[in-house]
């Protein structure tokens, strides 16, 4: 039962590389999200798909793209890192956005 | 806007002790309110929820909250603090997107220390 798995765990970019950030989850999920996580920021949402099929920008959006690949896949691309980019990512899923999300255990990010 | 405010970036309390964190939200409609914990280097789980009916919900590891619409208040508490509950805690509201489709809001989190 694994959940919400996130690859790569750590990664260190430098400024201008491009990398794709991957999550799958098991459940059966229709909608998934991409998060960021700074310090005394909370998470902000980036990118989110209500359901296969469809994406939608969140709040912070800029430098970053994703695709839903299929229900299972969500993933995050940096196609020009910069130092602004170095966070914690999170990607999660849920059923229904009501009902809380379950969330994958992070990608820590550096981009020197 | 919708948005939520944890008025506490840092608490400390010692083991044994009560415990309420903070939480304030911004939105128009009837909220759906969330408590997650994070563990140092881990992901978020879901303490517990609020979406209707009684005010005063439970949750997991000895948890409850009280959703006060007066207030725009939804505090966390406990009743005896455990060394293993030292985490971050976030609060979040539901936001309604396109389609009534819901995404969550996050808080700043507050940082719980447990003194032994």
């Known amino acids: 039962n694994a959940g919400v798995t996130q690859t790569p765990k750590f990664q260190v970019l430098k400024t201008g590389q491009s990398m794709t950030l991957q999550c799958a989850q098991d459940?059966?999920?229709?909608?998934m999200y991409w998060y960021r996580q700074d310090p005394g920021m909370g998470l902000r949402l980036i990118y989110y798909?209500?359901?296969?099929?469809?994406?939608d920008k969140g709040e912070v959006p800029n430098g970053y793209n994703v695709s839903r690949l299929n229900k299972r896949e969500f993933s995050l691309r940096l196609e020009s890192a910069a130092p602004s980019q170095t966070s914690v990512y999170f990607c999660?899923?849920?059923?229904?956005?009501?009902?809380?999300?379950?969330f994958g255990s992070g990608t820590r990010l550096t981009v020197v | 806007a919708q948005s939520v405010t944890q008025p506490d970036i840092h608490i400390t309390v010692s083991e044994g002790a009560s415990l309420e964190l903070r939480c304030n939200y911004s939105?128009?409609?009837?909220?759906?309110l969330f408590w997650y914990v994070q563990s140092p280097g881990q992901g978020l789980q879901l303490l517990l929820k609020?979406?209707?009916?009684?005010?005063l919900v439970q949750g997991i590891k000895g948890f409850e909250a009280e959703f006060k619409r007066s207030q725009s208040s939804f505090n966390l508490r406990k009743p005896s603090v455990h060394w293993s509950d030292a985490a971050e805690y976030f609060c979040a509201v539901g936001s309604a997107g396109a389609g009534g489709y819901n995404k969550l809001i996050f808080g700043a989190g507050t940082r719980l220390a447990v003194h032994p």
């Open positions: 999660a899923s849920s059923q229904d956005g009501n009902y809380g999300y379950t």
């Open positions: 609020y979406f209707s009916g009684d005010t």
């Open positions: 459940m059966n999920h229709n909608s």
């Open positions: 939105y128009g409609a009837t909220p759906y």
């Open positions: 798909s209500a359901s296969e099929g469809t994406t």
